[in-house]
T-cell receptor, first 117, second 112 residues
Framework: GAVVSQHPSWVICKSGTSVKIECRSL??????MFWYRQFPKQSLMLMAT?????????EQGVEKDKFLINHASLTLSTLTVTSAHPEDSSFYIC?????????????FGQGTRLTVV | AQSVSQHNHHVILSEAASLELGCNYSYGGTVNLFWYVQYPGQHLQLLLKYFSGDPLVKGIKGFEAEFIKSKFSFNLRKPSVQWSDTAEYFC??????????FGGGTRLMVKP
């Protein structure tokens, strides 16, 4: 299967600081990247969808100025949580979509557990 | 818009009991269906998937699921659970837009 690397796997930051999460597709090109968030004891919720070289599309209720997504290349996308607050503490997961593929398995990064103190 | 509903939020079973977790989705077009498992402290792992063909799909660790198109269902089954199956299980649907929509998850606890 395809290899997806998400970094860091966990991070603790102070309230008001920014955190950058990287997601790399190591052996395929991801034309589309999905970013999900999972709060404790809840399901994964789609935050945003980005296509390489384009602005991301955010789901309702997700602040685009707070969660900055960059998808500058086919193998790397980043999610930056700006001015993080404790309520942003969550598990963030990237899901790159293999380019040119029809029915394919969905791939995920290992996830990043963010704790804002 | 597509949506996924998992009926059981918490399930507690004894070892060797049979398992069936319900999953219903709402979407009018062609769908891809997935079941993922998330063990405590770990990331999502794919159990099985359905794209087309035989509606009864077999996955890893003895799990299987049946796609019943008329019922918009994709229930997960295992004939005999083990303590190591304790985890959270997520059903997911991929329809329009290629993104996955997840169900709320079912937390399974297997008593030894």
């Amino acid at each position: 299967g395809a290899v997806v690397s998400q970094h860091p796997s966990w991070v603790i930051c102070k309230s008001g600081t920014s955190v950058k999460i990287e997601c790399r597709s190591l052996d395929f090109q991801a034309t589309t990247m999905f970013w999900y968030r999972q709060f404790p004891k809840q399901s994964l919720m789609l935050m945003a969808t980005s296509n390489e070289g384009s602005k991301a599309t955010y789901e309702q209720g997700v602040e685009k100025d707070k969660f900055l997504i960059n998808h500058a290349s086919l193998t790397l996308s980043t999610l930056t949580v700006t001015s993080a607050h404790p309520e942003d503490s969550s598990f963030y997961i990237c899901g790159p979509l293999m380019g040119g593929a029809g029915n394919t398995e969905a791939f995920f990064g290992q996830g990043t557990r963010l704790t804002v103190v | 818009a597509q949506s996924v509903s998992q009926h059981n939020h918490h399930v507690i079973l004894s070892e060797a009991a049979s398992l069936e977790l319900g999953c219903n989705y709402s979407y009018g077009g062609t769908v891809n269906l997935f079941w993922y498992v998330q063990y405590p402290g770990q990331h999502l792992q794919l159990l099985l998937k359905y794209f087309s063909g035989d509606p009864l799909v077999k996955g890893i660790k003895g799990f299987e699921a049946e796609f019943i198109k008329s019922k918009f269902s994709f229930n997960l089954r295992k004939p005999s659970v083990q303590w190591s199956d304790t985890a959270e299980y997520f059903c997911a649907v991929r329809g329009a837009g290629n993104m996955l929509t997840f169900g709320g998850g079912t937390r399974l606890m297997v008593k030894p």
